[in-house]
């Protein structure tokens, strides 16, 4: 079975939550901020507006001493049945920042809370950085049957249409089509902050009773370009050099910035290859075609399938190759050789395909 990534992990946790199941103590952290400040919006909506004023903080660890944040957490509701208190940058509190050994100062003055916590108090602590394991405070949160620790790290590019097309259906209640999904990836790149505002932009002028299609990005995000990279990836997929050649040409004369183009294209065909040779290894393993879509992790069926199809154009043997052209070109886009724009792209399709 495929490792939970930080799309499936915010959904479980997002009902967890709003459950009666939650527990009284969380820490969020990980280098995807999108969903620790996601989950910080669900935390907040959990207190009643009109009883905010009373039954919650929001505190810094910067700002705060343990022996402040113990008298917050420890007090009880006023005529409500919950206080929540969210704790952003955990890791700056009292003299937490300083501890390099086991002891760990005045902050494991914690501890005793997080191994009985107050049962009308949810302490949401968020952080970039993990609890550090080889301190007390860090060992209890890890352990306590009364804490959840959850990582979110930054979603595979792979990933990105799943969570798209998820997004879109759960928070505008709108279905967008797999190869739309993509073309949106592509064109706005892996920041989940600036996806979902794309993603708004999309839902919020197409008609409700569509389906969101491929036209409708190029529309919405403001695309009019006739070759994109995924034209592209089509000809040299099918090793058609002049095809290929043709399209790589009008994509550059269209860009506003050949550099740029170039390091997206780049990106592009190494996330598409690096599946593809996942998928040619797997299957060299004697994995089934269903056993390396899970392994991936790619829930959607349309996009493996399409990738299944790309990867049998290519042999096991040409992937070393393959990385090898991508990493040159990247080092040439970003000025590690005399080569102009146009003949960095174009020698990088030649070499590709042959």
Not at 8 to 34: A, D, N, Q, T
């Amino acid at each position: 079975m495929a490792k939970k990534t930080s799309i499936e992990r915010y959904s479980e946790i997002l009902k967890e939550l709003k459950s009666g199941e939650r527990k009284p103590v969380y820490f969020f952290h990980g280098e995807e901020e999108f969903f620790l400040d996601k989950l910080q919006e669900a935390v907040e909506t959990l207190v009643p507006e009109d009883q905010k004023d009373f039954n919650f903080d929001l505190l810094y660890g910067r700002d705060i001493t343990v022996e402040k944040l113990l008298s917050i957490i420890r007090s009880f509701p006023m005529m409500a049945d919950r206080r929540v208190v969210i704790l952003r940058d955990f890791k700056q509190l009292g003299d937490y920042a300083e501890i390099s050994g086991g002891d760990g100062g005045d902050v494991n003055e914690l501890i005793p809370y997080l191994k009985q916590p107050n049962p009308s108090t949810l302490l949401v602590c968020i952080d970039a950085k993990k609890p550090s394991g080889n301190t007390k405070v860090g060992k209890a949160l890890k352990t306590s049957k009364h804490t959840g620790v959850h990582e979110f790290k930054e979603v595979p590019d792979y990933r990105l249409p799943d969570w798209i097309i998820t997004w879109a259906r759960s928070e505008y209640e709108k279905q967008i089509e797999p190869p739309a999904a993509q073309m949106l990836a592509q064109y706005v790149g892996n920041s989940l902050q600036l996806l979902s505002t794309e993603i708004d932009k999309v839902c919020t002028f197409v008609d409700t009773s569509e389906i969101i299609q491929e036209s409708d990005i190029k529309k919405i995000i403001g695309f009019y370009r006739e070759y994109s990279v995924f034209e592209l990836k089509d000809a040299l997929i099918s090793r058609n050099l002049d095809k290929s050649l043709f399209i790589a040409e009008q994509m550059l004369q269209h860009s506003k910035s050949n550099t740029g183009e170039i390091i997206r294209s780049v990106g592009f065909f190494y996330n598409l290859f690096s599946n593809i040779w996942q998928i040619k290894r797997l299957s060299a393993q004697g994995n089934t075609k269903k056993q390396v879509q899970n392994t991936l992790g790619i829930s959607s069926s349309w996009y493996f399938n399409k990738l299944w199809k790309d990867a049998s154009a290519f042999e096991l043997a040409e992937m070393s190759r393959i990385f090898e052209t991508l990493l040159d070109a990247d080092r040439a886009a970003k000025g590690f050789s005399t080569m102009d724009p146009a003949t960095i792209l174009l020698l990088m399709i030649k070499r590709i395909i042959n």
